[in-house]
C-alpha cells in the first residue's frame, strides 16, 4: 500500500519520523520543508540506511506531480498556500492518520485543552503497570509514527492528540477516547472556538457503538457540544456531582457506576498530585483506563504511585523558605488559572510569552488575593498588563527574559512566599518549546544561592 512516492512535509520531529516509517515500509518518501536556510546534512545524518529526498523553499509542480500522498506535520497549518496546492493533486494526511494504518493495537486517544499530557502519562502508567507492551505516544513529545508498524494486537496504546492533529485524520479510530475540557485556545490557527471545539470532537467521529467517549459533566462548553458525538456511548465523568452512570466522587470515592452496576476504583486520598484539576485529570484516566478493561486494583496502585509530570506545576526547590514550582506547560490561561488555584500561600507569578489571540481577564481575576507580584516577560507583557490594571491588579514588573523573571523574585519573595512560572502563554517567542522554557526556570532556580 505504501509503495509509493509520498512527501513528508515538515522537518521536525514528527517529519522525520514519518519519513523513517514510510521507508521502513518500501516507500519513495521526500522531506519538504519551507525554510530554505535548513541544514540538509544535518537532517540526513538522523537517518540510519535508506534517506529521503530534501526539497526546501517552494514546492515545486515536479514533486508534486510525481507524488501520491503528503503528510503533513501537525505544526503546519491546513490552509497553508502549499497545503492547498497539494490538496488539488493528492491526499492529505496527518501523522497521527499515517499511524494509525500501520497500528495493531488497542488505542485510548486523549484530547482536550488542558490536562492532556498529565492524564495520557497516568493512563500510560495504568497501563504499564497491566500489560508490559504499552507505548505512550502523540502529542506528549514520542510521535506515534516511532512504533506504529511494531505494534501487535495485545500492544496498549496511550496517545495524547491535539487539535492541530486531528485535522489530518480519516480513519483513526480509538476505543476509548476523551475529552477533558474545552476553552479557547490556539485562536490564531483555529480562527474561532467552534472550530477549535470541532477539531477536539473529531477524535470519535470514527468510532462505532462498542466504543466509548469519556467527557466531562462539570465543563460546560464540552457538554453542550455532546451532540456531536456519533456513534460512540458516553461515559461522563464528574468532581462535584453524582451520576446515575459514569465516573464520579462519592463519599471520598472515585465510583464507575454503568448499566446498574457500582464500583468504587480508588478512593480521593490516594491522589497525591495537587489542585481540583488534577482530580479531573485522575477521574478522566481512571474512565479511560475502565473501560479499557484495565482491573480497578491495577488503577489504584498506579494512582497511588503517580507524582505528576515534568513541567506542569512541578515542585523545584527550597531557597530560604520559598518555594518554586514549574508549570511552564501553563501555555493557555485556562490552565495557568488552574496553577493559581493550586497555589496555598503568597505568590510571585512569572507570565507571559507567545501570543496565541487569548484573553487574560479569567486568569487575572483568579489571582484572587494570591499573587504578590505578577512578572511578565515576553510578546504578550503589555497586553497582559494592560488586561491586569484594568482589573485593578497593579503590582506588576516587566522583565526582559525569564533569568531576570527568577532574579527579580528571588529578591523580592518573602520567607513562606511560593514562586510560580506559569506563563498562561506559549513560548515560540523566546524558546523552543515549553520544555525548554521549563528546563531553564529549573537551571535559573537550582542556581540561586541558599
Given at each position: 500500500?505504501?509503495e509509493k512516492n509520498i512527501i513528508c512535509a515538515g522537518a521536525g520531529k514528527s517529519g522525520i519520523q514519518s519519513a523513517k516509517l514510510l521507508l521502513r515500509n518500501n516507500a519513495k518518501v521526500t522531506i519538504y520543508d519551507q525554510n530554505k536556510d535548513l541544514n540538509v546534512e544535518e537532517l540526513l545524518n538522523k537517518f540510519e540506511g535508506e534517506k529521503p529526498e530534501v526539497v526546501v523553499g517552494d514546492l515545486t509542480d515536479e514533486l508534486l ?171 461522563w465523568f464528574s468532581r462535584v456531582e453524582e451520576l446515575s452512570d459514569g465516573v464520579f466522587v462519592k463519599d471520598g470515592h472515585i465510583v464507575c457506576k454503568w448499566d446498574g452496576k457500582e464500583e468504587v476504583l480508588l478512593d480521593i486520598s490516594d491522589i497525591k498530585i495537587p489542585g481540583d484539576h488534577n482530580v479531573e485529570n485522575v477521574l478522566a484516566a481512571a474512565a479511560v483506563a475502565h473501560f479499557m478493561d484495565i482491573p480497578s486494583d ?153
Amino acid at each position: 500500500m505504501f509503495e509509493k512516492n509520498i512527501i513528508c512535509a515538515g522537518a521536525g520531529k514528527s517529519g522525520i519520523q514519518s519519513a523513517k516509517l514510510l521507508l521502513r515500509n518500501n516507500a519513495k518518501v521526500t522531506i519538504y520543508d519551507q525554510n530554505k536556510d535548513l541544514n540538509v546534512e544535518e537532517l540526513l545524518n538522523k537517518f540510519e540506511g535508506e534517506k529521503p529526498e530534501v526539497v526546501v523553499g517552494d514546492l515545486t509542480d515536479e514533486l508534486l506531480n510525481s507524488s501520491e500522498l503528503m503528510i503533513l506535520s501537525p505544526g503546519i497549518p491546513c490552509d497553508a498556500e502549499f497545503v492547498n496546492k497539494a490538496r488539488e493533486v493528492m491526499p492529505i494526511w496527518g501523522e497521527i492518520e499515517l499511524a494509525n494504518h500501520f497500528n495493531k493495537g488497542c488505542i485510548a486517544g486523549i484530547t482536550g485543552t488542558n490536562g492532556k499530557t498529565t492524564t495520557t502519562t497516568l493512563v500510560g502508567e495504568i497501563f504499564k503497570n497491566y500489560n508490559e507492551d504499552t507505548i505512550v505516544v502523540g502529542n506528549i513529545g514520542t510521535p506515534f509514527t516511532t512504533y506504529a508498524d511494531k505494534t501487535t494486537e495485545k500492544t496498549l496504546v496511550a496517545a495524547e492528540i491535539s487539535s492541530f492533529q486531528l485535522e489530518t485524520v480519516h480513519t483513526f479510530k480509538p476505543h476509548v477516547s476523551a475529552i477533558l475540557n474545552l476553552t479557547p485556545d490556539h485562536l490564531n490557527r483555529h480562527y474561532t472556538f467552534d472550530n477549535y471545539a470541532a477539531c477536539k470532537f473529531r477524535i470519535q467521529e470514527n468510532a462505532t457503538e462498542d466504543d466509548y467517549i469519556v467527557l466531562n459533566f462539570d465543563d460546560p462548553e464540552t457538554k453542550k457540544r455532546a451532540n456531536l458525538v456519533k456513534k460512540a456511548r458516553i461515559v461522563w465523568f464528574s468532581r462535584v456531582e453524582e451520576l446515575s452512570d459514569g465516573v464520579f466522587v462519592k463519599d471520598g470515592h472515585i465510583v464507575c457506576k454503568w448499566d446498574g452496576k457500582e464500583e468504587v476504583l480508588l478512593d480521593i486520598s490516594d491522589i497525591k498530585i495537587p489542585g481540583d484539576h488534577n482530580v479531573e485529570n485522575v477521574l478522566a484516566a481512571a474512565a479511560v483506563a475502565h473501560f479499557m478493561d484495565i482491573p480497578s486494583d491495577v488503577i489504584k496502585k498506579t494512582v497511588q504511585n503517580f507524582m505528576g509530570v515534568e513541567h506542569r506545576i512541578e515542585y523545584v526547590k527550597d531557597v530560604k523558605g520559598v518555594r518554586y514550582y514549574n508549570d511552564s506547560k501553563g501555555t493557555n490561561p485556562d490552565a495557568a488559572i488552574k496553577a493559581i488555584k493550586a497555589m496555598t500561600t503568597p505568590t510571585l507569578l512569572i507570565g507571559g510569552g507567545y501570543d496565541k489571540k487569548s484573553t487574560y481577564d479569567e486568569w487575572i481575576e483568579a489571582f484572587d488575593g494570591k499573587v504578590r507580584f505578577l512578572v511578565l516577560i515576553g510578546v504578550t507583557a503589555p497586553a497582559i498588563a494592560e488586561c491586569a490594571k484594568r482589573h485593578g491588579f497593579n503590582d506588576i514588573v516587566f522583565k526582559d527574559n525569564l533569568k531576570e523573571a527568577v532574579k527579580f523574585c528571588y529578591e523580592n519573595a518573602n520567607e513562606g512566599d511560593t514562586v510560580l512560572l506559569s506563563p498562561a502563554c506559549a513560548s515560540w517567542d523566546q524558546f523552543k518549546s515549553y520544555e525548554e522554557r521549563g528546563e531553564l526556570f529549573k537551571e535559573y532556580v537550582r542556581e540561586l544561592e541558599e
